[in-house]
């Protein structure tokens, strides 16, 4: 009968020679200050968390034509 030895470690694993920590571990929720929102899937169809910026848009273009319309009627 044949019998093959397996090499085993029997070497002990010392313990680690630092000193034990007063926290063990540092939690990222010690420091969020505000909870990430949930993301949304592409096809949600729900209204933007943001005021619409379209109404600020169409006034920022209109300006120009409605100043140079006032400058004309005061120059009339």
Known sequence: ???FAMPICRRPIAPSFRPPREQATIRLSHYVVRPR???RAANDNRRSRMAPVWPWAMA????????AALILTRLI
């Open 37 to 39: 929102t949930a993301p």
């Open 1 to 3: 009968m044949l019998s």
């Open 60 to 67: 920022v273009a209109a300006a120009p034509a409605v100043m």
